[in-house]
């Protein structure tokens, strides 16, 4: 039988250190996880990036000859990024 202060710590379990480092481990974890799940961390597509581009388009341009010139930069970037992904 251990006795002791020696026998007493390893009595205790882990302590206050002890389980920060567990709940810290677990939040990486944790966080690993949701961005394999969510696919944040992936490339965006060149659809994705067309989308948002005719977005920006539609919210920053209230000309239309601007609008339309907006656009078709957006198709144009949208066509190199699929002749590149090729």
């Not at 002890?18 to 939040?27: D, N, P, R, T």
């Amino acid at each position: 039988m251990t006795t002791g202060r020696a026998g007493r710590r390893l009595q205790q379990g882990l302590g206050t250190l002890g389980s920060l480092i567990v709940i810290a481990l677990a939040a990486v974890a944790a966080y690993y996880i949701y961005l394999g799940v969510s696919g944040e961390d992936a490339a965006p597509s060149c659809k994705g990036e067309l989308e948002k581009c005719m977005q920006r388009c539609r919210k920053t341009t209230t000309d239309t000859t601007a609008a339309q010139a907006c656009q078709a930069g957006c198709r144009r970037e949208a066509h190199l990024c699929e002749g590149f992904k090729r």
